[in-house]
């Protein structure tokens, strides 16, 4: 496994994470745990895009 595909899925891991837990109400979104997750999550894959770029990735996770 690459170093990109790797990142890609912590960060695909953060995002899931965020919003499950934002379905079974554990978090809210305006908290700070939500944000933080959705934040790494997101910076991961772009980071990823670096090494290993993806059209479809870099428009969904930069808007």
């Known amino acids: 496994?690459?170093?990109a595909n790797f990142?890609?899925?912590i960060g695909a891991a953060a995002c899931l994470s965020a919003y499950g837990?934002?379905?079974?109400g554990r978090?809210?979104?305006d908290d700070?745990?939500?944000v933080a997750l959705?934040?790494?999550g997101a910076l991961a894959i772009l980071c990823?895009?670096?090494?290993d770029f993806n059209l479809p990735s870099f428009v969904?996770?930069?808007t």
Request: hydrophobic share 60%; glycine share 8%.
């Open 38 to 40: 959705n934040g790494i």
């Open 1 to 3: 496994m690459s170093t």
């Open 27 to 29: 978090v809210k979104v």
């Open 7 to 9: 990142v890609r899925l």
């Open 32 to 34: 700070g745990q939500f």
């Open 60 to 62: 969904m996770y930069s």
């Open 48 to 51: 990823s895009l670096v090494i």
């Open 21 to 24: 837990l934002l379905l079974l």
